[in-house]
């Protein structure tokens, strides 16, 4: 139950008792047989500091059983004198002022005696039916307050000359309730055919040590078929919502809010609220509120936003919490059975992520008026589980789709796993290359079965990822290029490459993974060759690697990105090596590549990737070791290729339709130039390699480029 909530119970439930003290003044004065109606009127007034004025119609009582019959009772605050006395700074002045209307009120078994021997004034029952209260709030009254005093002088003013006033129930009938401010007159809350049932009223003068009782009453019982928090087009509504004490449960059968009617950016609707184990104790103003388990059964929430109007915005301040009558708030489990959030932004590029099926358990959270909404909010909880089926996002371009699937959290062990991740692209390889219009690298890949341990959380809700250990398998990258298009020679004029560690620091958020390890994975680079009108594909399968402080964070001392690999080139060539990729001039873009192959394979496995890709085929030949390394950055790149291989012959070939034809005159010439061999030993050629990287090109077609530039050498043929 929110803090509006609870403002609303104290309201409901302070009318109710005061219609039990109004009642028990007027049969006090009757039994008397001293009522006069001019009598009742200024004992009324009095007692509420003048701040009352009271009417009826018709009063009738039965001396036999000793019951009372109000008809068309009216209690009315004076606004008037109210504000008179806020403006002279009267610390007597009230937060609200009550307007009631009551068509008929009855009263059970008034205990005479009690009243005028022990000044004890006791009934049974208080029925009160149909009525209409205006709630008028005078908020801004910054006036130092003791909790304990006011307490002590509200009982005061209550019991007047009694020692006593005792009812063993009051119940309140089809009330309808408007609360607003009366400055404004904005409505805070409407409640419409509200029931209240009160147990065991009793206000003494020891009533402030009775943990057992809240605001006078053993028990209390509140239920309404609809609660319209706000006013016009600013209003949340409440469907069927229950409250009571004994069971200390609350239901909220359905929670709607959509402030897009009022500008808004966000909608929502809650069902199936419970809140269990409730405990509302000490002041009503300086209280402690417990809840046992608040359960959600399912919930949508959806939020809009703008680009433009945010970043105008300054940074939100961070604020307190607790800010109202509650000092300090604890709960002890809250379940989440299913959320759906979808998150919309507007502009030129709409984008849209949806989170399906979102489910959650907080554990023993403790909040007090020191603590604050922000990232420090996750420490003040035992535990955090949540578990997510889908989260779907879309990107700016509107060209891939990204999709979290089965993520669990949990703040207690420090681990998140996810089951996949996946950058789907949202159009095949053929309509992608035409809708970019030049050349661009298409991906689509899926990383599964992730898990990460020693998770901070706390610096994750800053938007900062630090992460002890990433551990994933079964994974796929897939990248596709067209040379058929031109080269985006407009986007990228003047501008650096786009390198892995380039990448890292244009993320916008800060990111430590210590080490991540990935079993399992398949790496394809597709490039399209618009002479043969046909791809080649740069296969590794069952790549497994290792890579050591991914980080755009800033060092004392210079820092690197290390990944060490192990893989299957084309389903048939294992290769090892390593990659380094230097953090202390990011912005150079400097790395290192090492591989090598140590066990010797059928050289025309490679025409699958000549062919389409080069137009040229290997006819025949092995391939006994192969080498490669460079150094390299967004100028150049230098290193050396040393390829080991014996009886080399191939074709050159040309392409009609679907068929290649060998060019004989080109193929007889290139064997002629082609050393068809080149053993292992002391005179082995090695290739020096000096490339200059095309800056309209990727960082894969820059490193295959500079395999091929020695290849070139060693074979001596331009492939």
Not at 437 to 460: H, M
Not at 490 to 497: E, M, P, T
Request: net charge positive; glycine share 4%; hydrophobic share 35%.
């Amino acid at each position: 139950m929110n803090i509006t909530g609870r403002r609303k119970t104290k309201y409901l439930v302070i009318f109710a008792t005061a219609i039990v003290i109004i009642s028990g003044y007027v049969l006090y004065r009757v039994k008397k047989h001293a009522f006069l109606d001019h009598q009742l009127q200024t004992i009324v007034h009095n007692k509420t500091n003048q701040l009352y004025n009271l009417s009826y119609d018709s009063i009738s009582v039965n001396e036999v059983d000793g019951d009372l019959y109000i008809r068309n009772l009216y209690v009315k605050g004076d606004t008037a004198k109210l504000l008179q006395m806020i403006k002279s700074g009267d610390t007597n002045a009230s937060k609200m002022l009550l307007d009631i209307y009551i068509p008929l009120l009855k009263v059970v078994d008034f205990r005479t005696a009690s009243a005028l021997v022990a000044k004890q004034m006791e009934c049974k029952q208080v029925l009160i039916s149909d009525p209409q209260v205006t709630i008028y709030l005078f908020p801004g009254q910054a006036k130092a307050r003791n909790a304990k005093a006011e307490q002590e002088e509200l009982y005061k003013q209550i019991l007047g000359n009694f020692k006593l006033i005792k009812a063993e129930n009051v119940s309140v009938t089809n009330t309808r309730v408007v609360a607003m401010d009366f400055y404004t007159k904005e409505v805070k809350f409407r409640t419409y055919n509200t029931t209240i049932h009160l147990s065991d009223i009793a206000i003494d003068s020891t009533y402030n040590q009775d943990t057992t009782r809240t605001l006078f009453c053993k028990e209390i019982e509140i239920q309404s078929d609809k609660v319209v928090l706000g006013d016009k087009a600013n209003a949340a509504e409440i469907t069927k919502a229950s409250f009571d004490t004994r069971s200390e449960i609350v239901t909220l059968e359905k929670f709607e809010y959509d402030a897009y009617k009022n500008k808004g950016f966000f909608k929502s609707k809650l069902e199936g609220i419970s809140l269990k184990g409730i405990s509302w104790t000490g002041p009503v103003e300086n209280s402690d509120l417990t809840i046992g388990v608040a359960a959600l059964e399912r919930g949508e929430l959806e939020t809009l936003s703008d680009k433009k109007s945010d970043k105008k915005k300054t940074a939100n301040k961070k604020s307190l919490i607790l800010t109202g009558w509650i000092k300090t708030f604890s709960l002890t489990e809250l379940k989440l059975k299913s959320l759906t959030f979808v998150s919309k932004s507007s502009g030129a590029k709409k984008k849209t992520y949806t989170v399906k099926n979102n489910s959650f358990i907080i554990k023993d959270l403790l909040i007090d008026r020191e603590t604050l909404l922000d990232e420090s909010l996750v420490n003040r909880t035992k535990e955090i589980d949540i578990k997510n089926e889908e989260i779907n996002l879309t990107s700016e371009d509107q060209l891939y789709n990204y999709r979290f699937e089965g993520l669990t959290l949990n703040t207690l062990s420090k681990r998140i796993t996810i089951k996949s991740i996946k950058i789907l692209p949202r159009l095949n390889e053929a309509d992608f290359a035409r809708k970019m219009k030049v050349q661009s690298d298409r991906f689509d890949a899926k990383f599964n079965n992730i898990e990460c341990s020693r998770v901070e959380f706390e610096k994750l809700l800053k938007g900062e990822i630090v992460i002890d250990n990433l551990i994933t398998s079964g994974n796929s990258i897939n990248i596709f290029h067209d040379l058929s298009y031109p080269v985006d020679t407009i986007s990228k004029q003047g501008k650096r490459a786009t390198y892995p560690h380039h990448l890292l620091y244009d993320l916008g958020f800060p990111i430590k993974i210590n080490k991540v390890i990935a079993k399992k994975t398949y790496i394809e680079y597709k490039e399209k060759n618009p002479a043969s009108q046909s791809s080649g594909r740069v296969r590794f399968s069952n790549t497994s690697f290792t890579i050591d402080n991914v980080s755009n964070q800033p060092t004392k001392v210079p820092g690197k990105i290390t990944m060490d690999f192990t893989s299957t080139f084309l389903e048939k060539i294992p290769v090892s090596g390593s990659f380094v990729l230097y953090l202390d001039n990011y912005k150079k873009g400097r790395f290192m590549v090492d591989a090598e192959i140590n066990k010797s394979f059928d050289a025309t496995i490679l025409s699958q990737l000549t062919q389409p890709m080069s137009m040229v085929k290997i006819e025949k030949g092995v391939v006994n070791s192969f080498r490669f390394n460079i150094m390299a950055d967004t100028s150049i790149s230098q290193g050396s290729l040393t390829i080991t291989y014996d009886d080399i012959k191939v074709t050159v070939l040309k392409k009609k339709g679907n068929e290649y034809n060998k060019k004989d005159v080109l193929s007889f010439l290139a064997n002629i130039l082609v050393k068809n061999k080149n053993k292992a030993g002391p005179g082995a050629r090695t290739a020096n390699i000096v490339l200059k990287p095309d800056k309209y090109r990727s960082f894969f077609n820059f490193i295959w480029k500079s395999i091929f530039t020695g290849l070139r050498q060693t074979l001596t043929i331009k492939i």
